[in-house]
């Protein structure tokens, strides 16, 4: 052979490989649908208030046309001071970078501003976390749990709230709950003349006295009133529903060890925030004196609250509400510890958590082994106006969308229409949306 035929030869082999790099590269730009890295054109806060709530919600544009994404910041008790957050803070850190780098922007936005764990930031840092999920899952044509692994369950098993003035209303809400096939039920009852949490507050007609007008709470009440409600339940429901029921830490903390005893033969699912995120060293003596079931975590908003009750196995339910922690980012990396410490996911999903916020929910709970149980709350028409593609829940259980990112488009024109503030009328309104002040009778202020 000689020299011109050898490098003849050569360049054949040069060639096939350069068409075989040529294919490989083509195939890479074709799974990525060949999108450069989106870039951040604009944040933006959608300011919404369906069901009377407010819901701040952000939108995130990209450079690419068509390619936005949308985030739950829902704090809605201090609603009006997240819009600022995100708009004069994060803003002008977020604009021209780039959308693909969720965890790095999640550690950015979190450092930024020195000072942190606070609801106000980490709210708002999660509207933008959550936002760049949803871009992520667009891009890739895919729900974002798709994005986590996959699923490890087909849905998630949710407990609906019973509630009644009277032992007996409450007894019947869970019956129809349980014939529309919910097997978790969460039950709170009024105390007569009080105001009892997630029950309201009896009439004028029967109030207690107290050295002030305002609402009454008495702790040792309520307790007795809540053991008669469990006993009843029990009586007339039978033991294969499975019982939950939150405290609101509205109790001390040696009431609260003792009601976890007293409420251990009434084989609870889980019993919530017996004590308040201030008083977490006394789970301690919970956990060494009976095996109920414990709930915590709604009111945390850092990784220094959580991490020890985790570590320590003192709680068996993690109650986040995602948002509050800053987003999907934070909630999957805790989700994963628990998972490590045989501690469960029951995330924070009442009616202050946008629908978004309560996809970001339902994905984690497919996609997390350690799942326990998913807080329900319906989704009434006005917000399935504004917030098109609700998790959709069928027989108790809530099923994720399979459309790309959160599967769910924001109907702006709509969420225009019901603007903050239209429902804040009275004691609601002069507390910006905020719960009215409760008292002891001797006039102390409660933690509610
Ligand atoms: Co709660």
Known sequence: MNRRNLLKMAGGAAATLAARDAAAQERTARAVRGLPSPKIKDVQVIQTAPAGLRLPVVKILTDQDGLYGYGCACFTQRADLV????????????????????????QAMYNSSYWRNGPVLNNAISGVDQALWDI???QASLPVY????GKVREAADCYA????????????????WMERGFRHVRVQVGVPGMAGYGAGTRGAATAAKALHSGQVFEPAAYIRRALKLFEECRKQLGDDIELCH?????????????MCKDV??????????????????????????????IAMGELFNSPHEWSPLISERLIDFMRMHVSQMGGLTPARKVAIMGEHYGVRTAWHGPGDVSPIGHMANVTLDVVSYNFGVQEYSPFNERLQEVFD??????????????KPGWGIEVNEAAAKKYPFGGNDRGERGRLNGGWGEVRKRDGQIIKQ
Do not use: M
């Open 146 to 149: 798709q994005l986590l692994g």
């Open 389 to 402: 593609g609700c998790p959709e829940q069928k027989d108790g259980y809530l099923w994720v969308s399979e």
């Open 136 to 138: 992520k899952g667009r």
């Open 264 to 293: 251990e033969k009434f084989k609870l699912f889980f019993f919530e925030d017996p004590l308040s995120p201030e008083d977490i060293a006394w789970f301690r003596l919970i956990r060494n004196a009976c095996t109920t079931p």
């Open 246 to 258: 939150d405290v609101h830490e509205r109790i001390t903390p040696t009431q609260a060890v003792q």
């Open 161 to 176: 709230h019973a509630s009644g003035g009277e032992i007996q209303e409450c007894v019947d809400q869970a019956k129809q």
């Open 83 to 106: 819009v600022p957050a995100v708009e004069r803070y994060l803003r002008p850190l977020l604009i021209g970078k780039s959308a693909d780098r969720i965890d790095d922007l999640w």
